[in-house]
């Protein structure tokens, strides 16, 4: 094979004349009619056989692949081995909360494959994907029980059986029977799929589990709302005791809410990807040095909270927290704000004032946007963090100050040095121990949980009454861009609670009336509406010219009823179809054509899934 090449477990299976195996239509039946959805069909997509089609081996350069997600085989008796030394070395409590947030990461990972590769699966389907899902990738062997999805509501509730745990052989070879559940990963992958799938948190459960001598695994499932006590459940999910929990805890009746105020959105610290895991671990080893700190990120990914947080977990927690915000203070106002002024220093400065430096002396002095600061801002901030001491304006002598700075910027420093906007030793003396916080689009895994904090911040904050979210909005917000970051989805979920209807769900209209961009629009059909009725989901309709989104995948006896065509279009809606429909076909005829037949080599052509291309094909009757 050469170097690149990718062949799917389905090509392998073909090209050998082994078969996959194929749903049992009354299983599948039997475990996707426990929704209170929709009853769908037992060929419904994702099939087995489409999720197969998503796996690719590269032995020719080493790599294996789940679409675009690079996947590695390991030894169960390697992973029991790592398991067994980090429960020795850091101890049992612990490294479950380390499995239990990896395995959130997977079915995170897994939720988005889906989400993005069959955008118009209906939830049962998407959501017995993420078991089948789980079975392929070698972790256990999933039953549905039962499993119920209450749009109106917003609430999930499931009860599931797992055979033949991975982590419970190496668990138990280690450790024999005992009194715990040890499928930590298995239980933060059912938590991470599903929560991603439907846009809220639901937490898992494991009730009953081999290694405490049963005979199989029993898992529960309900939306966050619905446990007592999820506070125990999010204390392994989340990397570090200072991030919050109680904003997934269970909603207090209205009359028992204390009078006093309900904090800001943005005193919580929400998330459970690994990009925010890392940073919080970072804070947490230097919040108990004297370090300078400098964070960097795009505006609104939370640089305040971090530094408000390293200020609380440090042993200057006591003493003041002093934030300036270096882009709104004057030029020729920056020096006597931050080392203040005697009196008489100037006209109108009647009487002496202490600067931010010494009204933070004991504490921690945030610096917002320092890269704003004029050059003479710069050099006299230098000679303040290198003596320790500041001088005000006006006056004679030198004040010591014990200070912890703690800078931020959205702006490269390093480039700002190489430009000349910044002093390169300014720099290194800020960047002792940099922290950098990525934007939303790169921590997608948190945005279930931030989705589901705001909306309860806010229905208290506002006396609404919305329920949740529509799959609709769920999928506009998994797949939009945030160029606002955390900021731009806390004023999106404030905006919907106040528009939505007491009881409704949220739409995607509630969130997007302010000009927002989505770029990652599609088609799908609305399954609870008039059959063959498109909707808009995740946002603009796509180019007519993209041979990626087309308007096939409506029966053909179906008449669809497309959203009104744009003035320069001639002709009804029935005509565009057919005209989309046509060339659709002729395209992926020339694909075929081109590549000999190869579905995953047309597949690769046309920039599109090999599972795509053979639905698409099929339809055509190519």
Not at 317 to 329: Q, R
Not at 338 to 365: D, H, I, K, N
Not at 446 to 461: A, E, G, V
Not at 579 to 607: P, V
Request: aromatic share 8%.
């Amino acid at each position: 094979m050469k170097t690149g090449e990718r062949i799917s477990l389905a090509d392998l299976a073909r090209s050998s004349g082994a078969g996959l195996g194929r749903f049992d239509p009354g299983a599948v039946q039997q475990a996707l009619g426990g929704f209170a959805t929709a009853r769908i069909s037992s060929d419904a997509s994702p099939t087995v056989n489409d999720i197969s089609e998503c796996l690719f081996f590269s032995p020719g350069d080493g790599r294996i692949w789940l679409q675009d997600q690079r996947m590695v085989l390991l030894h169960t008796e390697a992973l029991g081995s790592l398991r067994r030394e980090m429960v020795d070395s850091l101890g049992l409590e612990r490294v479950r909360g380390l499995f239990t947030r990896a395995g959130y990461v997977s079915g995170a990972r897994d939720a988005t494959l889906v989400r993005r590769q069959w955008p118009d699966a209906e939830p049962p389907a998407a959501a017995v994907a993420g078991t089948r899902l789980h079975a392929l990738e070698g972790m256990v062997k999933v039953e549905v029980v039962d499993a119920a999805f209450d749009p109106e509501r917003g609430s999930y509730e499931g009860e599931f059986l797992w055979h033949h745990s991975s982590e419970d052989d190496e668990h138990i070879a280690a450790y024999g029977i005992g009194g715990s559940p040890a499928c930590w990963m298995q239980v933060g992958y059912a938590t991470g799929y599903v929560s991603t799938l439907f846009g809220r948190l639901i937490v898992f459960r494991e009730v009953e589990c081999r290694s405490m001598g049963a005979a199989h695994c029993r898992v529960i499932g309900k939306s966050a709302d619905l446990w007592d006590d999820v506070e125990e459940d999010m204390r392994y999910l989340n990397a570090r005791d200072f991030v919050d929990t109680a904003a997934y805890d269970r909603a207090p009746p209205q009359a028992a809410r204390p009078a006093s105020p309900e904090p800001h959105p943005s005193d919580a610290m929400v998330g459970a990807s690994s990009a925010f895991n890392a940073a919080c671990h970072h804070l947490s080893r230097v919040a108990r040095t004297t370090a300078t700190v400098l964070f960097t990120g795009e505006s609104g990914v939370g640089k305040e909270k971090f530094a408000q947080m390293l200020h609380r977990i440090s042993p200057r927690k006591s003493a003041p927290f002093v934030a300036v915000n270096c882009a709104a203070i004057p030029e020729t106002l920056i020096e006597t704000e931050l080392f203040g002024v005697e009196r008489g220093a100037y006209t109108g400065a009647s009487q002496s004032r202490p600067g931010r430096f010494e009204r933070a002396s004991g504490g921690t002095l945030f610096l917002d946007e320092i890269g704003t600061l004029s050059f003479v801002a710069q050099g006299k901030l230098l000679r303040a963090l290198q003596e320790g001491e500041v001088e005000r304006v006006g006056g004679s002598r030198a004040v010591k100050v014990d200070v912890r700075v703690v800078a931020a910027t959205n702006e490269d420093l390093r480039e700002a040095v190489r430009a000349g906007r910044f002093r390169e030793d300014l720099f290194f003396r800020l960047n002792v121990f940099p922290i950098h916080l990525p934007p939303l689009r790169d921590r997608r895994d948190d945005i279930p949980l931030l989705m589901n904090h705001f909306l309860q911040h806010y229905r208290h904050k506002h006396q609404g009454q919305a329920k949740g979210f529509t799959q609709a909005a769920v999928r506009a917000l998994l797949g939009y861009d945030f160029p606002g970051n955390i900021r731009e989805l806390q004023n999106l979920v404030e905006r919907a609670v106040i528009l939505a209807e007491d009881t409704d769900l949220i739409d995607t209209h509630h969130l997007f009336m302010g000009g927002e961009v989505q770029k990652q629009g599609f088609l799908t059909l609305d399954v609870h509406g008039a059959p063959g009725r498109l909707m808009a989901q995740g946002g603009a309709i796509p180019p007519l010219s993209s041979p990626a989104q087309p308007l096939s995948h409506l029966p053909r006896d179906a008449e669809p009823t497309p959203p009104a065509p744009a003035p320069s279009l001639a002709g009804g809606g029935r005509a565009i179809h057919l005209a989309l429909d046509q060339a659709e076909r002729e395209l992926l005829k020339d694909a075929l054509a081109r590549c000999g037949g190869n579905y995953s080599a047309a597949a690769r052509l046309l920039k599109i899934s090999r599972a795509k291309l053979a639905y698409r094909a099929r339809k055509h009757q190519l």
